[in-house]
């Protein structure tokens, strides 16, 4: 697994974590103990997201740097040998 692979599992772990809380959140809104959770798992999560920016490009057109093209320029997953 390289280290994109790696990174991308790390995002993509937290990210689904974020969205599971977020869901429990809407039923459970006064739980103050998730919502520190959900805070702790954005802050390992943004500087994760903005190193695979730095080395990779933008995860989503959102967040491109003004370059509206880069993104769908970049190799897609199935564009790089295994």
Known sequence: MTERDMLL??????????????LFLDTH?????????????LDQ????????????????????DGNTWRWVKDPWPWDTEA
């Not at 999560?45 to 491109?64: I, W």
């Open 45 to 64: 999560l943004k500087p994760l997201v903005r190193e695979y920016e730095e080395k990779y490009g933008p995860l989503t057109k959102r967040n491109d």
């Open 9 to 22: 599992k790390k995002i993509g772990t937290l990210k689904f974590a974020v969205t599971d809380i977020d």
């Open 29 to 41: 809104p006064g739980d103050k103990a998730t919502m520190k959770k959900r805070e702790e798992y």
